[in-house]
């Protein structure tokens, strides 16, 4: 079994940085894709960013220019650092991995979030 883990959620005044890790542990051989998305209250969780194990990167449009993601393949980490954060950034976060490949097996896996409050 894959299990994720987040941290680096907290409370953080608009103009802000934060930055989020996410650590995948198991049994796990390689990680095709991590990232990130997010859902508010009300809200569809929608994607933030996510990162290839070749390190191609797509951003929502929302997060382009503020926001950087990267990986540590060796550590089947990621990160997300925010920065310049906005009220309307305020939302659970939570890391996906997708592909994860134990032996002969792909699987997707979600952690359980941390919440990114950001006050105005």
């Known amino acids: 079994q894959v299990q994720l883990v987040e941290s680096g959620g907290g409370s953080v005044q608009a103009g802000g940085s934060l930055r989020l890790s996410c650590a995948a542990s198991?049994?796990?051989?390689?990680?095709?894709?991590m990232g990130w998305y997010r859902q508010a209250p009300g809200n569809q969780r929608e994607l933030v960013a996510t990162?290839?194990?070749?390190?191609?990167?797509n951003y929502a449009d929302s997060v382009k220019g503020r926001s950087t993601i990267s990986r540590d393949n060796a550590k089947n980490t990621v990160y997300l650092q925010m920065n310049s954060l906005k009220p309307e950034d305020m939302a659970v976060y939570y890391c996906?991995?997708?592909?994860?490949?134990?032996?002969?097996?792909?699987?997707?896996?979600w952690g359980k979030g941390t919440l990114v409050t950001v006050s105005s």
């Open positions: 990162i290839t194990i070749r390190d191609n990167i």
């Open positions: 198991g049994n796990i051989d390689s990680i095709a894709t």
């Open positions: 996906y991995a997708a592909g994860v490949r134990s032996g002969p097996l792909y699987t997707d896996y």
